[in-house]
């Protein structure tokens, strides 16, 4: 009997450290993206994660706008703000040297970071959930309504974005620039849209992980430094210009976290990311998965 709640205990650690998993593994695909078409680090996509649980609280707390439409409202802002920013600031400075880049994306998340904590306060919020308290159980593992709907956008925009990396055109010229930049200059691809496709891209999904997971999750405007430093460690982990490193990287960190905060302390749960990410500089500097797929 003991056996069994056990197991029980285990696999509802499991489904919640894959929900946590989802939030990570959509800014972290934003981050690699980037990384991989541009090589720019942009810890800027921190601050469109709390951008987009802010847009959301507001639009549906003092706009009267439904919950899923707020979503899509955060993933236009995220989309918007950042091909701005990479337009405005990345790639006129990447001109002179990709550390001006790093620097840049740094000073843009700590001034996002603090004309929030002026706009909005200090305040911890939460937006409520259109689902409620409802929730499914089997077998005593619990899910709720909202974390089934987080697990399953997030399996819709994962597969949106393989298949436009994959099938479409401005996908394909990603990959391109991914790949072979030079090549790709040669063969007449605009450099420029490219790059603001894949800043706008990445908005858009740090600003829909940030919507989405403010109805679990408590933020301030100090959340968005939080959740780029794991994402960061987690494309590191995963393989800088990975796909598929991003996602596994992820679920890797965000389980190993659970677990830590279960079975260890939960003030060690945080350094679970960074320790990964370490060890995989000294043993696999590529991370697991490497670049971009062909």
Same mark, same amino acid.
């Given at each position: 009997?003991?056996?069994?709640?056990?197991?029980?205990?285990?696999?509802?650690?499991?489904?919640?450290?894959?929900?946590?998993?989802?939030?990570?593994?959509?800014?972290?695909?934003?981050?690699?993206?980037?990384?991989?078409?541009?090589?720019?680090?942009?810890?800027?996509?921190?601050?469109?994660?709390?951008?987009?649980?802010?847009?959301?609280?507001?639009?549906?707390?003092?706009?009267?706008?439904?919950?899923?439409?707020?979503?899509?409202?955060?993933?236009?802002?995220?989309?918007?703000?950042?091909?701005?920013?990479?337009?405005?600031?990345?790639?006129?400075?990447?001109?002179?040297? $990709?550390?001006?880049? %790093?620097? &840049?994306?740094?000073? =843009? #998340?700590?001034?996002? +970071?603090?004309?929030? *904590?002026?706009?909005? @306060?200090?305040?911890?919020?939460?937006?409520?959930?259109?689902? $409620?308290?409802?929730? %499914?159980? &089997?077998?005593?593992? =619990? #899910?709720?309504?909202? +974390?089934?709907?987080? *697990?399953?956008?997030? @399996?819709?925009?994962?597969?949106?974005?393989?298949?436009?990396?994959?099938?479409?055109?401005?996908?394909?010229?990603?990959?391109?620039?991914?790949?072979?930049?030079?090549?790709?200059?040669?063969?007449?691809?605009?450099?420029?849209?490219?790059?603001?496709?894949?800043?706008?891209?990445?908005?858009?999904?740090?600003?829909?992980?940030?919507?989405?997971?403010?109805?679990?999750?408590?933020?301030?405007?100090?959340?968005?430094?939080?959740?780029?430093?794991?994402?960061?460690?987690?494309?590191?982990?995963?393989?800088?210009?990975?796909?598929?490193?991003?996602?596994?990287?992820?679920?890797?960190?965000?389980?190993?976290?659970?677990?830590?905060?279960?079975?260890?302390?939960?003030?060690?749960?945080?350094?679970?990311?960074?320790?990964?990410?370490?060890?995989?500089?000294?043993?696999?500097?590529?991370?697991?998965?490497?670049?971009?797929?062909?």
């Amino acid at each position: 009997m003991r056996r069994a709640v056990d197991v029980v205990t285990i696999l509802q650690f499991g489904v919640n450290g894959l929900f946590v998993a989802t939030g990570y593994a959509l800014v972290a695909l934003g981050l690699t993206l980037i990384f991989g078409v541009l090589h720019v680090a942009d810890f800027a996509q921190g601050a469109l994660y709390m951008l987009g649980a802010y847009v959301s609280f507001y639009a549906t707390q003092a706009g009267g706008v439904g919950y899923f439409a707020a979503v899509a409202l955060a993933m236009a802002t995220g989309a918007v703000l950042a091909a701005l920013n990479g337009g405005v600031v990345y790639l006129p400075l990447q001109r002179h040297g $990709g550390s001006l880049t %790093f620097v &840049a994306a740094l000073g =843009v #998340l700590l001034i996002l +970071q603090n004309a929030a *904590l002026w706009w909005f @306060g200090g305040d911890f919020r939460l937006v409520p959930s259109p689902f $409620g308290d409802g929730k %499914f159980s &089997a077998g005593g593992v =619990v #899910l709720t309504h909202h +974390q089934a709907f987080v *697990l399953g956008a997030t @399996g819709c925009l994962v597969l949106l974005l393989w298949a436009g990396l994959r099938y479409t055109k401005p996908g394909k010229a990603l990959r391109a620039m991914a790949q072979q930049p030079e090549a790709a200059r040669l063969v007449g691809i605009d450099i420029q849209r490219v790059g603001l496709l894949a800043f706008a891209v990445a908005g858009g999904l740090a600003g829909g992980a940030g919507a989405l997971m403010a109805p679990v999750r408590a933020f301030d405007p100090h959340i968005g430094a939080v959740v780029i430093l794991k994402s960061f460690a987690i494309v590191i982990f995963g393989g800088m210009g990975s796909v598929p490193g991003a996602i596994v990287g992820a679920a890797v960190v965000a389980l190993a976290e659970t677990f830590t905060a279960a079975y260890l302390a939960a003030e060690f749960a945080d350094l679970v990311a960074f320790g990964l990410m370490i060890v995989a500089l000294f043993a696999r500097p590529q991370g697991l998965l490497g670049r971009l797929p062909t």
